[in-house]
Protein backbone atom coordinates (compact mmCIF):
# COMPACT_ATOMS: atom_id res chain seq x y z
CA UNK A 1 0.00 0.00 0.00
CA UNK A 2 1.76 3.44 -0.90
CA UNK A 3 0.72 4.99 2.55
CA UNK A 4 2.88 8.30 1.36
CA UNK A 5 0.63 9.27 -1.64
CA UNK A 6 -2.92 8.14 -0.12
CA UNK A 7 -1.47 10.59 3.13
CA UNK A 8 -0.23 13.47 0.58
CA UNK A 9 -3.64 13.21 -0.95
CA UNK A 10 -5.95 13.10 2.22
CA UNK A 11 -4.21 16.22 3.28
CA UNK A 12 -4.86 18.28 -0.35
CA UNK A 13 -8.68 17.30 0.56
CA UNK A 14 -9.27 18.63 3.73
CA UNK A 15 -7.01 21.81 2.96
CA UNK A 16 -10.02 23.42 1.98
CA UNK A 17 -11.99 23.07 5.29
CA UNK A 18 -9.59 25.81 6.79
CA UNK A 19 -12.14 28.09 8.44
CA UNK A 20 -15.39 26.13 9.43
CA UNK A 21 -14.48 25.09 12.71
CA UNK A 22 -12.90 27.27 15.47
CA UNK A 23 -9.84 26.88 17.59
CA UNK A 24 -11.01 25.98 21.25
CA UNK A 25 -10.98 29.02 23.40
CA UNK A 26 -13.13 28.49 26.56
CA UNK A 27 -9.53 27.38 28.23
CA UNK A 28 -7.73 31.11 27.38
CA UNK A 29 -4.49 29.76 26.30
CA UNK A 30 -5.91 27.41 23.74
CA UNK A 31 -7.27 30.32 22.14
CA UNK A 32 -3.84 31.52 21.24
CA UNK A 33 -2.96 28.47 19.00
CA UNK A 34 -2.67 29.39 15.29
CA UNK A 35 -5.66 27.87 13.29
CA UNK A 36 -4.23 26.57 10.05
CA UNK A 37 -2.09 23.62 11.22
CA UNK A 38 -2.52 20.14 9.92
CA UNK A 39 -0.47 17.40 10.92
CA UNK A 40 -0.79 13.90 10.58
CA UNK A 41 1.53 10.56 12.03
CA UNK A 42 0.85 7.07 10.92
CA UNK A 43 2.54 4.37 12.90
CA UNK A 44 2.10 1.16 11.61
CA UNK A 45 3.14 -1.67 14.24
CA UNK A 46 5.68 -3.29 12.10
CA UNK A 47 7.67 -0.17 12.77
CA UNK A 48 7.27 1.96 9.82
CA UNK A 49 5.96 5.36 10.57
CA UNK A 50 5.05 8.28 8.00
CA UNK A 51 4.39 11.99 8.49
CA UNK A 52 2.83 14.53 7.10
CA UNK A 53 2.57 18.75 7.54
CA UNK A 54 3.08 19.38 11.28
CA UNK A 55 3.60 15.86 12.74
CA UNK A 56 6.27 17.23 14.73
CA UNK A 57 4.29 20.18 16.49
CA UNK A 58 3.33 19.91 20.08
CA UNK A 59 -0.24 20.25 20.98
CA UNK A 60 -2.02 20.30 24.13
CA UNK A 61 -3.29 16.28 23.75
CA UNK A 62 -6.19 17.60 26.12
CA UNK A 63 -8.71 15.00 26.54
CA UNK A 64 -7.10 12.47 24.47
CA UNK A 65 -5.05 12.17 27.76
CA UNK A 66 -8.12 10.45 29.31
CA UNK A 67 -7.01 7.19 27.32
CA UNK A 68 -3.74 7.16 29.08
CA UNK A 69 -5.02 7.73 32.59
CA UNK A 70 -7.67 4.92 32.01
CA UNK A 71 -4.90 2.73 30.78
CA UNK A 72 -3.11 3.20 34.19
CA UNK A 73 -5.98 2.82 36.44
CA UNK A 74 -7.65 -0.65 35.02
CA UNK A 75 -4.39 -1.75 34.72
CA UNK A 76 -3.97 -0.67 38.81
CA UNK A 77 -7.35 -1.84 39.45
CA UNK A 78 -8.33 -4.11 36.74
CA UNK A 79 -12.68 -5.02 36.44
CA UNK A 80 -12.89 -3.50 39.93
CA UNK A 81 -12.61 0.34 38.41
CA UNK A 82 -16.55 -0.64 36.61
CA UNK A 83 -17.87 -0.13 40.02
CA UNK A 84 -17.22 3.42 40.14
CA UNK A 85 -17.64 4.42 36.18
CA UNK A 86 -19.90 2.91 33.84
CA UNK A 87 -18.79 1.94 29.87
CA UNK A 88 -22.30 3.36 28.21
CA UNK A 89 -22.03 6.40 25.67
CA UNK A 90 -23.59 9.33 27.13
CA UNK A 91 -24.44 10.81 24.27
CA UNK A 92 -24.12 14.11 25.82
CA UNK A 93 -21.19 16.70 25.68
CA UNK A 94 -17.65 15.89 27.82
CA UNK A 95 -18.33 18.43 30.08
CA UNK A 96 -22.47 18.03 30.94
CA UNK A 97 -23.63 18.01 34.67
CA UNK A 98 -27.00 16.43 34.44
CA UNK A 99 -26.63 12.98 33.66
CA UNK A 100 -24.64 12.36 36.82
CA UNK A 101 -27.11 13.43 39.30
CA UNK A 102 -30.01 11.57 37.68
CA UNK A 103 -27.23 8.51 37.56
CA UNK A 104 -26.46 9.26 41.42
CA UNK A 105 -22.41 10.23 40.57
CA UNK A 106 -21.42 7.02 38.39
CA UNK A 107 -20.51 8.89 35.56
CA UNK A 108 -21.66 6.88 32.14
CA UNK A 109 -17.98 5.89 31.02
CA UNK A 110 -14.53 7.14 31.82
CA UNK A 111 -14.47 9.64 28.63
CA UNK A 112 -16.61 11.97 29.55
CA UNK A 113 -15.36 14.79 31.96
CA UNK A 114 -16.96 13.27 35.06
CA UNK A 115 -15.60 9.87 34.81
CA UNK A 116 -12.34 11.12 33.61
CA UNK A 117 -12.13 12.80 36.99
CA UNK A 118 -12.86 9.35 38.82
CA UNK A 119 -9.90 7.45 37.19
CA UNK A 120 -7.80 10.84 38.15
CA UNK A 121 -8.94 10.35 41.52
CA UNK A 122 -7.81 6.50 41.40
CA UNK A 123 -4.53 7.62 39.98
CA UNK A 124 -4.07 10.26 42.98
CA UNK A 125 -5.16 7.64 45.92
CA UNK A 126 -2.59 5.22 44.02
CA UNK A 127 0.32 7.42 43.63
CA UNK A 128 2.44 9.76 45.86
CA UNK A 129 3.34 11.60 42.89
CA UNK A 130 0.49 11.06 40.60
CA UNK A 131 1.81 14.26 38.07
CA UNK A 132 4.88 12.42 37.83
CA UNK A 133 3.38 9.15 37.38
CA UNK A 134 1.57 10.67 34.71
CA UNK A 135 4.41 12.26 32.90
CA UNK A 136 6.43 8.93 33.25
CA UNK A 137 4.37 6.69 31.85
CA UNK A 138 3.60 8.39 28.67
CA UNK A 139 7.36 9.29 28.34
CA UNK A 140 7.57 5.35 28.01
CA UNK A 141 4.72 4.92 25.77
CA UNK A 142 6.09 7.50 23.73
CA UNK A 143 9.65 6.82 23.66
CA UNK A 144 10.76 9.53 24.73
CA UNK A 145 11.39 11.55 27.76
CA UNK A 146 10.63 15.41 25.74
CA UNK A 147 7.26 15.23 27.38
CA UNK A 148 6.21 17.74 29.85
CA UNK A 149 2.87 19.91 31.31
CA UNK A 150 2.49 22.98 29.64
CA UNK A 151 1.68 25.05 33.36
CA UNK A 152 -0.26 28.21 31.64
CA UNK A 153 -2.83 25.92 30.06
CA UNK A 154 -3.04 23.95 33.30
CA UNK A 155 -3.15 26.78 35.20
CA UNK A 156 -5.49 28.51 32.72
CA UNK A 157 -7.96 25.39 33.06
CA UNK A 158 -8.00 26.22 36.42
CA UNK A 159 -8.66 29.69 36.19
CA UNK A 160 -12.38 29.21 33.52
CA UNK A 161 -12.56 24.93 34.66
CA UNK A 162 -16.12 25.95 36.73
CA UNK A 163 -17.99 22.88 35.35
CA UNK A 164 -15.00 20.54 36.27
CA UNK A 165 -14.91 22.08 39.72
CA UNK A 166 -18.82 21.75 39.53
CA UNK A 167 -18.55 18.23 38.32
CA UNK A 168 -15.72 17.18 41.19
CA UNK A 169 -17.86 18.55 43.39
CA UNK A 170 -20.94 16.41 42.46
CA UNK A 171 -18.50 13.13 42.54
CA UNK A 172 -17.63 14.02 46.31
CA UNK A 173 -21.41 14.51 47.10
CA UNK A 174 -21.84 11.15 45.92
CA UNK A 175 -18.84 9.52 47.74
CA UNK A 176 -17.04 8.87 44.20
CA UNK A 177 -13.97 11.15 44.81
CA UNK A 178 -12.06 9.81 47.37
CA UNK A 179 -9.76 12.75 47.35
CA UNK A 180 -10.00 16.11 47.85
CA UNK A 181 -11.47 18.26 45.10
CA UNK A 182 -8.65 20.54 44.58
CA UNK A 183 -6.08 18.02 44.21
CA UNK A 184 -8.07 15.77 42.06
CA UNK A 185 -8.09 18.72 39.71
CA UNK A 186 -4.97 19.79 39.62
CA UNK A 187 -3.82 16.54 38.04
CA UNK A 188 -6.76 16.65 35.91
CA UNK A 189 -5.61 19.71 34.58
CA UNK A 190 -2.19 18.99 34.45
CA UNK A 191 -2.75 15.63 32.41
CA UNK A 192 -5.08 17.73 29.93
CA UNK A 193 -2.25 20.24 29.45
CA UNK A 194 0.63 17.62 28.72
CA UNK A 195 2.00 18.48 24.89
CA UNK A 196 2.84 15.98 22.59
CA UNK A 197 3.47 15.85 18.59
CA UNK A 198 1.45 13.94 16.34
CA UNK A 199 4.39 11.79 15.98
CA UNK A 200 4.80 10.83 19.92
CA UNK A 201 1.24 10.29 19.96
CA UNK A 202 0.95 7.78 17.44
CA UNK A 203 3.68 6.31 18.86
CA UNK A 204 2.35 5.84 22.47
CA UNK A 205 -1.13 4.33 20.80
CA UNK A 206 0.77 2.03 20.04
CA UNK A 207 -0.17 -0.31 23.52
CA UNK A 208 -3.48 -0.17 21.93
CA UNK A 209 -2.80 -1.90 18.32
CA UNK A 210 -0.31 -4.14 19.87
CA UNK A 211 -2.71 -5.83 22.39
CA UNK A 212 -1.34 -4.33 25.50
CA UNK A 213 2.25 -4.42 24.37
CA UNK A 214 5.05 -1.85 24.75
CA UNK A 215 6.83 -1.82 21.57
CA UNK A 216 9.69 0.54 22.59
CA UNK A 217 10.69 -1.72 25.85
CA UNK A 218 8.87 -4.76 24.72
CA UNK A 219 7.03 -5.12 28.31
CA UNK A 220 3.68 -6.23 28.05
CA UNK A 221 1.72 -3.26 30.15
CA UNK A 222 -2.04 -4.56 29.61
CA UNK A 223 -3.26 -7.75 28.93
CA UNK A 224 -5.06 -8.56 25.43
CA UNK A 225 -8.03 -8.74 26.98
CA UNK A 226 -7.87 -5.37 29.07
CA UNK A 227 -7.03 -3.39 25.70
CA UNK A 228 -9.70 -4.84 24.15
CA UNK A 229 -12.16 -3.07 27.04
CA UNK A 230 -10.04 0.33 26.43
CA UNK A 231 -10.86 0.17 22.57
CA UNK A 232 -14.30 -0.69 23.51
CA UNK A 233 -14.82 2.30 25.47
CA UNK A 234 -12.75 4.51 23.08
CA UNK A 235 -15.18 3.04 20.01
CA UNK A 236 -17.94 3.76 21.97
CA UNK A 237 -17.33 6.51 24.11
CA UNK A 238 -14.08 8.68 22.64
CA UNK A 239 -16.13 11.08 21.02
CA UNK A 240 -18.69 12.16 23.11
CA UNK A 241 -21.63 12.95 21.47
CA UNK A 242 -20.08 12.45 18.22
CA UNK A 243 -19.19 9.13 18.89
CA UNK A 244 -21.65 7.23 16.58
CA UNK A 245 -20.82 9.89 13.63
CA UNK A 246 -17.01 8.84 14.13
CA UNK A 247 -17.27 5.27 14.03
CA UNK A 248 -19.64 5.74 11.07
CA UNK A 249 -17.50 7.76 9.37
CA UNK A 250 -14.07 6.67 10.18
CA UNK A 251 -14.76 3.36 12.01
CA UNK A 252 -11.56 3.35 14.16
CA UNK A 253 -11.92 3.46 18.33
CA UNK A 254 -10.06 6.89 18.88
CA UNK A 255 -10.21 9.65 21.02
CA UNK A 256 -10.32 13.22 20.95
CA UNK A 257 -9.21 16.17 22.44
CA UNK A 258 -10.35 20.05 22.44
CA UNK A 259 -6.33 20.94 21.21
CA UNK A 260 -7.85 19.80 17.73
CA UNK A 261 -5.78 16.46 18.45
CA UNK A 262 -7.48 13.02 17.39
CA UNK A 263 -5.96 9.79 17.95
CA UNK A 264 -7.10 6.36 16.74
CA UNK A 265 -5.97 2.63 15.94
CA UNK A 266 -6.33 -0.69 14.07
CA UNK A 267 -6.03 -3.24 16.16
CA UNK A 268 -3.30 -5.28 15.33
CA UNK A 269 -2.21 -2.87 12.15
CA UNK A 270 -1.38 0.41 13.08
CA UNK A 271 -1.95 3.59 15.33
CA UNK A 272 -2.70 6.81 13.90
CA UNK A 273 -2.55 10.70 15.13
CA UNK A 274 -4.08 13.60 13.46
CA UNK A 275 -3.77 17.17 14.48
CA UNK A 276 -5.52 20.18 13.11
CA UNK A 277 -6.65 23.17 15.82
CA UNK A 278 -10.08 24.13 14.53
CA UNK A 279 -12.94 22.73 16.02
CA UNK A 280 -16.62 21.61 15.25
CA UNK A 281 -19.40 22.33 17.30
CA UNK A 282 -18.63 19.21 19.19
CA UNK A 283 -15.38 19.80 19.90
CA UNK A 284 -14.01 17.43 17.39
CA UNK A 285 -11.13 19.04 15.06
CA UNK A 286 -12.84 19.45 11.74
CA UNK A 287 -9.83 18.60 9.49
CA UNK A 288 -8.76 15.61 11.39
CA UNK A 289 -12.23 13.86 11.16
CA UNK A 290 -12.05 13.83 7.57
CA UNK A 291 -8.65 13.22 7.33
CA UNK A 292 -8.93 10.00 8.87
CA UNK A 293 -12.15 9.26 7.53
CA UNK A 294 -10.08 9.70 4.46
CA UNK A 295 -7.79 7.27 5.56
CA UNK A 296 -9.84 4.53 6.45
CA UNK A 297 -11.83 4.85 3.17
CA UNK A 298 -8.83 4.96 0.88
CA UNK A 299 -6.82 2.19 2.54
CA UNK A 300 -9.80 0.00 2.61
CA UNK A 301 -9.04 -0.54 6.34
CA UNK A 302 -11.45 -0.08 9.69
CA UNK A 303 -12.81 -2.44 12.61
CA UNK A 304 -15.72 -3.22 10.54
O1 LIG B 1 -11.84 19.35 30.88
C1 LIG B 1 -11.77 20.04 29.90
O2 LIG B 1 -12.64 20.81 29.56
C2 LIG B 1 -10.51 19.94 29.03
N1 LIG B 1 -9.33 19.89 29.81
C3 LIG B 1 -10.52 18.74 28.14
C4 LIG B 1 -11.69 18.75 27.21
C5 LIG B 1 -11.51 17.96 25.97
O3 LIG B 1 -10.46 17.86 25.40
C6 LIG B 1 -12.74 17.40 25.46
N2 LIG B 1 -12.50 16.77 24.20
N3 LIG B 1 -12.85 16.87 23.13
Given at each position: ??????????????????????????????????????????????????????????????????????????????????????????????????????????????????????????????????????????????????????????????????????????????????????????????????????????????????????????????????????N???QT???????G?FTFAVGLP??????????A?LP?Q???????????????????????E??TT?TGSSVF
Amino acid sequence: MDYAKIIRDLAAEVQPLYGQGKVADYIPELGKVPPRQFGLCLQLNDGISHEFGDSRTKFSIQSISKVFALSKAFGLLGEELWQRVGVEPSGNAFNSLMQLEYEKGIPRNPLINAGALVVTDILVSKFENPKAEILRYLRQLAGTEDIHFNKQVAESERKTGYRNFALAYFLKSFGNLKNEVEQVLDVYFHQCSIEMTCFELANAMQIFSQHGLEPHSGERLLSSSETKRLNAVMQTCGFYDEAGEFTFAVGLPGKSGVGGGIAALLPGQYSIAVWSPELNKKGNSVLGMKALELFTTMTGSSVF
